[in-house]
C-alpha cells in the first residue's frame, strides 16, 4: 500500500516556465513533508520541507503548497531553468524518523 | 566530515549469495535508514533505525537484515540474494527534528545486480 502518491511520473517544461508536482498522503501520523531533489548517479538531497500546520513555504524559486483536510501537497518550481531537470520525490515523515517517499517525478526543462 | 559512506559501489551476485551492504555516518546523526531504488517505484524503505540497538521494518523488509551495534554504522545483510534484489541501494541519517528540520543526508549508493 502506497502511502505517498505522486504524480506525474514525468514533466517535461520550457526554460521560464513553472513546475508543477502533486502528492496525497494517506496516514496523518506525519510530521513533516519534505521534497528531495535527486541528480543522475547521485543520492537524494533535501530541497525544501513544510510541517503539516503550515499551508505554503517559499524558498527562492520553490514554493511547497500544502491542503491538510484534503491531504495533498505540491511542488511548484517558478521561473524553472535547465540546471532544475533532476528527479523530484516527495515524501512524508514521522517523529520517529520514518520517511516514506512517493514514486518521483523525472522533470525536464527545455532551454 | 565525509557524511554517509556506502561501500560497495558496485556489486554482483550469485542467486543465494549472502553480502553485506555497509553504511557509516560520521555526523553522531541518531536515525538511520536503508532505501532500495528501482525504476518507476521512488525509493522504498527497506529497515530503519531510531538509535544503537533499535531497528524497524520499513515497506519492503523480506530478504534483508539489519543491525544497529554503534551509532556510526547500519549494515544492511542479504540472506540469500535473488534476482528481485537486483536495484541501487541507498543508506541515510538523520537527526531528530526536535530542534529544527534538517532532512535526511543520502549516501551515493551501492548498485546491485543478482545474476
Known amino acids: 500500500q502506497q502511502q505517498v502518491k505522486q504524480s506525474p511520473q514525468s514533466l517535461i517544461v520550457q526554460k521560464g516556465g513553472i513546475s508543477i508536482i502533486n502528492c496525497a498522503y494517506e496516514n496523518t501520523a506525519f510530521d513533516y513533508f519534505p521534497w528531495y531533489q535527486q541528480f543522475p548517479g547521485k543520492g537524494p538531497a533535501l530541497l525544501i520541507a513544510i510541517r503539516p500546520d503550515v499551508s505554503e513555504k517559499k524558498e527562492g524559486r520553490f514554493t511547497i503548497s500544502f491542503n491538510k483536510s484534503a491531504k495533498q501537497f505540491s511542488l511548484h518550481i517558478m521561473d524553472s531553468q535547465p540546471g532544475d531537470s533532476a528527479t523530484y520525490f516527495c515524501a512524508a515523515e514521522s517523529n520517529t524518523g520514518k520517511l516514506i517517499f512517493g514514486q518521483g517525478t523525472t522533470l525536464q526543462v527545455k532551454p | 566530515n565525509a557524511g554517509v559512506t556506502q561501500t560497495p559501489k558496485f556489486q554482483v551476485l550469485k542467486t543465494g549469495q549472502s553480502m553485506t551492504l555497509q553504511c557509516a555516518q560520521d555526523m553522531n546523526h541518531e536515525y538511520m535508514s536503508w532505501y532500495r531504488q528501482d525504476p518507476g517505484m521512488g525509493l522504498r524503505l527497506i529497515h530503519y533505525s531510531v538509535g544503537a540497538g533499535i531497528t524497524d521494518q520499513g515497506e519492503v523488509p523480506n530478504g534483508y537484515n539489519v543491525s544497529r551495534s554503534t551509532t556510526e554504522d547500519f549494515p544492511l545483510r542479504l540472506l540469500s540474494a535473488a534476482p528481485s534484489q537486483t536495484s541501487v541501494y541507498f543508506c541515510?541519517?538523520?537527526?531528530?527534528f526536535g530542534t529544527g528540520f534538517y532532512g535526511y543526508t543520502f549516501g551515493s549508493g551501492t548498485r546491485l545486480t543478482v545474476v
Open positions: 541515510a541519517s538523520s537527526n531528530h
